[in-house]
C-alpha cells in the first residue's frame, strides 16, 4: 500500500462517517457532492468528516482506486464503503441507509 493509499485507509477508518467529495460540507462544489451532504443531514449525522479532493490531486485518484469506484462522492461508513450519491439516494428512499447510519 503505498502512501496516499495508506493516507485514505487512516482517514477511512478513523472516522464513523467519512465523505470524499468536491469541496466541503459547507460549501459543496458539485452537485452530487452537495446532494450526498444533504441525504447525510437528512439521517441527522452529527458527525460527518469530510475530505475535499479537489485540495489533494492524489487522494483525488487515490479514493477511485481504493474502492475501486470510479466517481466522487464517496461514502464510507464504519471503514465500509457505501457508494456515491446514487446509492445514497437509494438507500435513503428505501430507509437502508438510515438504518445503517443508527447501527453505526
Avoid at 477508518?13 to 451532504?37: E, Y
Avoid at 468528516?49 to 490531486?57: A, Q
Wanted: some cysteine.
Amino acid at each position: 500500500m503505498d502512501a496516499v493509499q495508506q493516507r485514505i485507509d487512516a482517514m477511512v477508518k478513523g472516522h464513523r462517517v467519512m465523505l470524499f467529495m468536491k469541496g466541503s460540507a459547507q460549501f459543496p462544489m458539485c452537485g452530487f457532492s452537495g446532494r450526498a451532504v444533504q441525504i447525510l443531514k437528512a439521517c441527522g449525522v452529527q458527525d460527518l468528516e469530510t475530505f475535499n479532493v479537489l485540495e489533494d490531486p492524489e487522494v483525488r485518484q487515490g479514493i477511485k482506486d481504493y474502492a475501486n469506484w470510479p466517481t466522487i462522492p464517496q461514502l464510507y461508513v464504519n471503514g465500509e464503503f457505501v457508494g456515491g450519491s446514487d446509492i445514497m439516494m437509494e438507500m435513503y428512499e428505501s430507509g437502508e441507509l438510515q438504518q445503517l447510519l443508527t447501527q453505526a
